[in-house]
C-alpha cells in the first residue's frame, strides 16, 4: 500500500497466483466478541470463505490509485498456493 501510494509498483515476492482469504478487522472484532459471549468452546475459524488471488488485491489497490503497473513475481518454494477456509 504503502509503495502504490507513492506511486511505485508494489513488491509481490511470489507469482501472484496464491489464493487467499482476507477478513475485514470489524468482523473479526465482532466474531471474537460473539465467541467470548458464546458457551460454545473449541477453535473458531473467522474467514468470509471466498478466496482472491494476491494478483487480484494488487489490482484492485493499484486500480484505486489510478496507476498501472506490472504485477508477480517467481513463486516462493516456502509460499502455499491456496489458504482459505
Given amino acids: 500500500m504503502t509503495r502504490v501510494i ?3 509498483p508494489p ?3 511470489s507469482d501472484g497466483t496464491q ?3 482476507f477478513v475485514f478487522v470489524d468482523d473479526v472484532v465482532k ?3 460473539l465467541f467470548a459471549r458464546s458457551k460454545t468452546t473449541g477453535e473458531f475459524y473467522v474467514a468470509n470463505a471466498k478466496g ?4 487480484t488485491l494488487a ?3 493499484v486500480d484505486m490509485n489510478n496507476q498501472a ?5 517467481p ?3 516456502k509460499e502455499y498456493q491456496r489458504t482459505c477456509f
Fill in 11 to 13: 513488491i509481490i515476492p
Fill in 69 to 73: 503497473t506490472t504485477l508477480g513475481n
Fill in 59 to 61: 489490482e484492485i489497490i
Fill in 31 to 33: 466474531a471474537n466478541l
Fill in 75 to 77: 513463486l516462493s518454494r
Fill in 52 to 55: 482472491i488471488s494476491i494478483n
Fill in 19 to 21: 489464493i487467499r482469504d
Fill in 6 to 8: 507513492a506511486d511505485q
